[in-house]
């Protein structure tokens, strides 16, 4: 038998083929209805109760948010703030994908939306927590109230970037509310900083935000998706952390799922194809990839990538963490490297939309930052990839040679002031203008 038949062979025994998958089977390894052991409703009618015991603040949704509510899945509402945002960015983007940051502002242009790119946030320490166990619950506790706090003094609600970030903050929110001691250890140290305990009514990932609205990103869609067939993955620590607190949508897979980035994708115009592994991490995991990594290149080749290609003949793979596109996208090389030649895209759901929209492939979505051959996918919804990297490889040269300024989301340094600002002394800009100036 030829290598390549031996190969065949062993992926028929390791993976059903889609006509051969019971999918009422696979629906039942997940518990649809399902909750943190107090419940999120009451973790957050008990966060009301301490703002009126003056315990802590809490950094409300206003109606200049204009939010939008959506069910999660045990059908209490959610609301998802739309403007004015300030966006808690995730260290694996900025540092790994970086063009799934900048296309998210860049939607955000596009769309209108009033936000702050904060230059003062820190990590939150989700490395310490999920990877080595280093920290602490007062640590954790005070990244979460520092953060929230900088939000909170400027009155920008906060979006988190970060899949990890996003379940990791929800974990400490119910920690904060249901156990005293914590509160009581954390409280001093705040108050040393000239700060107070901030909780934000409602913890809200990006790919919520994103969700929300791309319908209205459809309307300024450039490329026609509807022949591309994409396979999704959500990312485990976005519903499988404190899981009763994300949105869900009777239009996606019938409510079963969460609502991003399938919803995102379905409204973009594009096909969705099922796959049998949907469920599964994409291995990255975070203790494996430092300690296993050969396991995470493997799993995520072999339990994702492979069933998304041969089960649902998908020509992208869209996800929305950040762990996750690094996985699925840099894993491939390795089966490369082994005969299993896959090479499926691998994109943030941001950078789906913004390039769907008509977004710069290098400047925007940097697409040169992946691994697998996200030029093949983009040729074949139709974008001048030649010209436009032609014109970004000028570009370079012509900063390099001093020739042109560097081009910006947005104006740099426009709020500097409003950044720096203590809390008795924010100016509120517009503009670059405060406001009822000439």
Known sequence: MSQERKIEEELKDAFP????????????????????PHGVQHVKEELHRLEDRGELIVHHIRPYNQPTEYQTINGEPKKIPTT????????????????YPTSVFWI???LETDYVDEPHQTSCTGWNYHASGASNPVALAG?????????YEIDYFPLIHCGTSFGHYKEIRNMLVLHKEVREKLRPIMRKLDMDI????????????????????????KYDLSSIKAAVHTPCHVYKLVPDDTIYDPSVFQGRRPAAPTGTVINMGAKIVDYSTWWDCCGFGFRHILTEREFTRSF????????????????????????????LDKSQWAGKAHGLNYNLPVLADAQFVALAMGADPYTIGQIHWHATDVEGFLR???????????????????????KADPNYLYRPHRKIDYYLALPDRVKWLKGGKQEGSS
């Not at 004015?84 to 063009?99: E, N």
């Not at 995520?300 to 996985?327: M, N, Q, R, Y």
């Not at 074949?380 to 001093?402: A, C, I, R, S, T």
Request: with cysteine.
């Open 17 to 36: 083929y889609s006509d051969q998958v019971n999918w009422e089977e696979v629906y039942q390894r997940v518990i649809y209805r399902y909750s943190t």
């Open 84 to 99: 004015k945002l300030w966006h808690h960015k995730s260290c694996g983007q900025c540092g790994h994908i970086p063009g």
């Open 108 to 110: 955000m242009n596009k």
């Open 143 to 151: 990244v979460f109230a520092r953060n929230f706090w900088r939000s």
């Open 198 to 221: 901030v909780v934000p009514e409602e913890i809200v990932h990006y790919s919520e935000w994103m969700f929300v609205k791309s319908k209205e990103a459809a309307r300024q869609r």
């Open 300 to 327: 995520a080749l072999f339990k994702k990538v492979i069933p998304a290609v041969e089960e649902g003949h998908a020509d992208v793979f869209v996800t929305s963490d950040t762990g996750c596109v690094t996985t």
């Open 380 to 402: 074949k919804v139709g974008v001048p990839v030649d010209e436009y990297k032609e014109k970004f490889n000028q570009y370079l040269q012509d900063l390099k040679e001093g």
